[in-house]
């Protein structure tokens, strides 16, 4: 189990696990470092994220769809990297980060980008992502 440190001071440990597979689902995302970096001190709408806007943002290298940033975010969700922003009138489009997507950002900001993943991260992330589908 790996230990973090949330705002409260209290400490979240992580099974190794959870932390290599969060990684990997972030690695193989469309999304940047940028993007992780805003979410930690604020929410991220998706039409911030999906189209030229996300590109324009520095939150993605290419434009993507609303749909498929959508789909990648949710993905991250299930991963225990971000969480969906509620207000009053109840779930939101934002986005923010969990203590452990804190924890990888606090990880990757001092190389200032994500690092690359590879093929056999491409291949376990799908193979996660296909085995957790919703029936």
């Not at 597979?21 to 994220?49: G, H, N, Y």
């Not at 203590?99 to 799908?126: H, I």
Request: charge should be positive; glycine fraction near 6%.
């Amino acid at each position: 189990m790996t230990a973090v440190e949330s705002k409260q001071n209290q400490t979240i440990s992580y099974p190794v696990q959870t932390i290599e597979r969060a990684e990997r689902a972030i690695r193989c995302s469309p999304f940047q470092l940028k993007l992780l970096a805003t979410m930690q001190t604020t929410r991220v709408e998706l039409k911030a994220i999906a189209d030229e806007v996300g590109v324009k943002n520095g939150y993605t290298q290419s434009p993507i769809s609303e749909i498929i940033a959508e789909n990648h975010l949710l993905w991250l969700i299930q991963v225990g990297l971000l969480r969906r922003e509620v207000d009053g009138q109840g779930i939101t489009d934002s986005f923010r980060l969990t203590p452990l997507g804190r924890q990888l950002v606090e990880k990757w900001q001092p190389a200032g980008s994500l690092p690359p993943a590879t093929g056999c991260d491409r291949v376990k992330n799908a193979v996660n992502r296909w085995l957790t589908l919703p029936v």
